[in-house]
């Protein structure tokens, strides 16, 4: 056995002399010589390749709460052993550690394998870990296997742990000991505690199920209503619920029921758009395991009154018929949306009251402020602050001495507060004009001086807080930009839901003109979206290098037409290794027709 490590230490060094260009190395197994490689790949040097902080492990979460129990069970055998055992999810990030000997336990401290951690190959390089979710194998890496020169002296057995319904990979099991205390029982021994963790999950699965079916036909006791339960596994409809929506629609369903089963609230009235620009209205309600809520009901109901049915709305050009309500024609039927602008009907219905409008930049103050005033036969007249400057209150006084039908002010955040007192007093002075003023938002500046602005004040809501309306924006905006209204799948709207917005409306429209640019397709799906969006637009938050990655990845796979041997070779990583990352950066593929 010690010849054995002595030819295989001098077989790594030969191996790391050469580098990518090493012939195949005599001695050396081929799933081990394999992750050598991928670990150069990864940029990794032995010297430097150590478990680091990484942040996002979810360690309370299925995998946990299943294998917990199951290596409790092993601490008295363990208290007999020089000997750990960890738990990673599938990114390598440790969730756990499992070591009764104190002195095993001081070496994986300074090790610096520990809860939180990352040990994945990307890492650390050659482990058993790493191996077995490269692989789906079982694999016991010995010694000078390891890649990093802090691991030679130990013995890491690993196996991948799958989800026994879906079989998706979940993370693995690693038992880590002393090179001088590898036994080959051991490889059997963490494969049979996998097993088990497996059949854990297999008996949580099928008690939630049962739990899903009893919150599902407790709720369909009326079959009239569209209901549908589901959880991240498994989706039930009834037969009204399987009429309404079409298989697109499961992406945008599911994201409302993640948002309640995550505590996010779910408001009386929540409008949803569904792929066939039928608008339901979704009351939701989680199901529980426990006091841990796992999936949701929702019951939707279709909203078929004849305003929305009516009208198509637009992004940014009023309907035929403002004059009996100027913002019908006004893209979006979301809750928010809708009751901020019964808000400014309201206060615009005296039309000697000079209204305000504030809000982030883009969240269609101006746009608003035209429709309102486009009803009163002349159009109105525009002034705004970004271009005026110094000659501001000078033309603000001689337009209001015109007395024009309709005034709107532009951009008063923009005033100093000299300026900004004298056009609150100017306009508070006014008669027969109607007067609609805009002003972004700000902690300071002008919106200080206006506070005294002679009339009601509105603030618009964010992009982010009408995300139901990106539907309707979407198509408003493709007709308004390109003069076509290709369909923007749900697994898009899906990703786009998940977008910063910093500039609200700005930022939309722009995504809307690159992703549109020599778009010809019927249908706007995920790889037509740009690289940078689709990064933001994954299942989880990305760091700010895992940003780069998926942008990475996403662009060679447009450029490879999807195919992933080609865009593995592009990048310089084995194919495993692109579907490894896509899987940790939750880049939804399924999707995409490239």
Known sequence: ??????????????????????????????????????????????????????????????????????????????????????????EGRVLGRWVEDRGFARRLDARHVVAGTSIAELTIGTTSGGVAVETGAATMVVGHEHFSDGAVSMTTAGAAVRHPVTRRLLGSLNLLCGVEDTHDLLLPWIREMAAEVERSLLDAATRRDRLLLDAYVTSTRDARHPVVCLDDQTVITNAAAARLLDAGDQAMVWEVASHRIAGGRCEPGHLLTLTSGQVVRVEAAVVEDGTRAFGAVLTLAPVTTASS????????TPAASASVDPLAGLAGRGTTWTAWCRRVREAAADPSAALLLTGEPGTGKTTVARALLGGDGDAPREMDAAELGDDWVTELATALQRRPAGLLLRRLDLLGPAAATATTRLVARSSGTRVVATATQDTDGALGALLDWPGPVRTAPALRER?????DLLRALSQQLTGRSPRWTSEVVQTLHRQPWPANLHSLSAVVRVTLEGHTSPDVTLHHLPSEVSARGSRRALSGLEQVEARALTAALAAAGGNKREAADALGIARSTLY?????????????TF
């Open 1 to 90: 056995m010690l010849a054995d490590r002595s030819v295989i230490a001098r077989a790594r060094q030969v191996f790391l002399d050469a580098g990518l260009d090493a012939p195949p190395v005599p001695g050396v197994r081929p799933v081990i010589l394999a992750s050598w490689r991928r670990s150069l790949l990864h940029g990794l040097s032995p010297a430097d390749a150590l478990p680091r902080d990484t942040p996002g492990a979810d360690r309370h979460g299925q995998l946990a709460r299943a294998a917990t129990p199951v290596l409790d069970r092993r601490r008295t055998t363990l208290a007999d052993l020089r000997a750990g055992i960890t738990l990673t999810d599938q």
């Open 467 to 471: 995300r139901d309306d990106l539907p």
């Open 580 to 592: 490894r990352k896509v899987r940790a950066l939750g880049l939804d593929l399924s999707a995409a």
């Open 309 to 316: 049915a009516a009208r198509t709305p637009t992004a940014g």
